[in-house]
């Protein structure tokens, strides 16, 4: 019998996911463009939010300690009604004389709650389901994320422009309570771990069992991180960096063409999550490396293009569908990569272990992001020099990576048998 994916404790969590992740969106719009309208300067908000996820980094592990030693329902609604008082403490003490430092220190506490928050939103999808749901609910938190991507920047800017920041601010203060409504519903079995010794043992304790599994019981696991990690490398900053430099800067398109642009990634984005739900039980995991190795197809025609004598609309058509692919399958990728490890981690670990996976990735992105402003800024009058190369990098990594993945699923088979 085929268990259900949409159980009351997994609806209640998704509700709970989607009024979080729109809070946050349109929060973080609204707190962008008021920034830009005080300050006049796009490089003084980046260097908040920069400063801001220095705290998700180093909490990471912590949090995913707590997640593995509390209960982890009560953490998810304390944390979401934290972030509700937070934003509305800040709404409260807002005013043009110090605006900055109110949205500076409001950026750094949702950035420490997010360390704690993200492992144990993870480490509950697991307990919740079993099996290939595990991959499906993981595509529909990806989906709900996607969604919430693709409409909350629209709305809320919409609604900034009527109503500006302090109303955008009260409305994601009312979405962070609903979340904690919502979670305040669901129903986790919980197991006290007895403590022995004081905190810093504890924390010392748990690092080093967690570390112990993923690098001698579990090798496996470190190993799918280092794959997700040298991924998000090269794919986010292609993306990130890449994306809105050919549009804007080598093709010389305007603002609305990125946004189109933009718009299609997150579609692409929302579709790889759906295929991931729909393949779930028919990938095999050593199909994996193709995955990994079509991310390296898809980049190579967007450098290709810029070497031919066609129209800028043509390269731009050429760039967005390959980003787009490229997009697609690093969601499936990733779906299946974290479904993979939290599979393979027990439940007294898994908070840990998705701390890392979520550290790893805060850790690489913005390196991908200088290396690749670098190159581009270098290679300007000749971006294939810079697409193609990393297009046959990904594809060959991708490939070397069948061995790893046969393994993986031999080991999976074995223990299923």
Same mark, same amino acid.
């Given at each position: +019998? ?85 934003? %509305? ?35 509950? @999808?697991?307990? +919740? ?5 595990? +991959? ?31 109303? @955008? +601010?009260?409305? #994601? ?14 129903? %986790? ?17 748990? =690092?080093? #069992? ?9 090798? #496996? ?16 900053? @292609? ?13 010389? =398109? ?10 299609? %990634? ?20 050593? !199909?994996?490396?193709?995955? %990994?190795?079509?991310?390296?197809? =898809? ?15 043509? !390269? ?22 974290? #479904? ?65 993945? !046969? ?11």
């Amino acid at each position: +019998m085929t268990e259900k994916l949409f159980t009351k404790n997994f609806t209640l969590l998704i509700l709970g996911q989607l009024t979080s992740l729109f809070g946050n969106f349109i929060l973080k719009l609204a707190l962008s463009m008021y920034v830009l309208e005080v300050t006049g300067s796009a490089a003084t908000f980046a260097g908040i939010l920069s400063a801001a996820t220095i705290p998700t980094i180093l909490l990471s592990p912590l949090g995913g300690i707590l997640a593995d030693r509390a209960d982890r329902r009560n953490i998810m609604v304390a944390l979401d009604a934290l972030t509700g008082v937070s934003v %509305l403490c800040a709404v409260l003490f807002l005013s043009e004389n110090n605006a900055i430092a109110v949205i500076s220190t409001l950026l750094i506490i949702l950035s420490i709650l997010g360390a704690f928050e993200t492992p144990t939103v993870q480490a509950c @999808i697991p307990t +919740m389901l079993q099996g290939d749901n595990i +991959m499906k609910g993981n595509a529909v938190v990806n989906q709900v994320a996607s969604l919430s991507y693709l409409i909350a920047p629209m709305l809320g800017g919409v609604l900034y422009a009527m109503l500006g920041l302090k109303p @955008i +601010m009260y409305a #994601s203060v009312v979405c962070f309570f609903i979340t904690a409504l919502f979670e305040c519903f669901i129903k %986790l079995s919980y197991q006290r771990i007895k403590n022995q010794g004081g905190m810093l043992q504890i924390v010392k304790q748990d =690092f080093l #069992s967690s570390m112990q599994y993923i690098s001698k019981e579990q090798t #496996s696991i470190s190993k799918m991180l280092l794959l997700t990690a040298f991924s998000r490398f090269f794919v986010m900053g @292609i993306t990130i960096v890449g994306l809105p430099f050919l549009v804007r800067t080598v093709l010389g =398109f305007n603002a609305r063409y990125y946004g189109a642009a933009e718009s299609a %990634l997150a579609v692409a984005t929302i579709l790889g999550s759906i295929a991931a739900g729909v393949l779930a039980e028919k990938l095999k995991i050593h !199909k994996l490396s193709v995955l %990994l190795a079509s991310m390296g197809i =898809f980049i190579i025609p967007a450098g290709i293009v810029f070497l031919l004598p066609v129209n800028a609309i043509i !390269k731009y058509g050429v760039t967005v569908v390959s980003f787009c692919g490229m997009q697609a399958v690093i969601s499936i990728f990733s779906i299946f990569a974290v #479904s993979l490890i939290q599979q393979r981690t027990p439940n007294h670990l898994i908070g840990k272990v998705m701390a890392y996976t979520s550290t790893i990735t805060l850790c690489v992105q913005p390196i991908g992001q200088i290396v690749y402003g670098f190159l581009f800024d270098r290679f300007y009058s000749v971006v294939y020099v810079v697409l193609i190369p990393t297009g046959i990098i990904v594809c060959i990594a991708g490939l070397s990576a069948m061995s790893f993945f !046969k393994n993986m699923e031999r080991e999976q088979q074995e223990v299923s048998a």
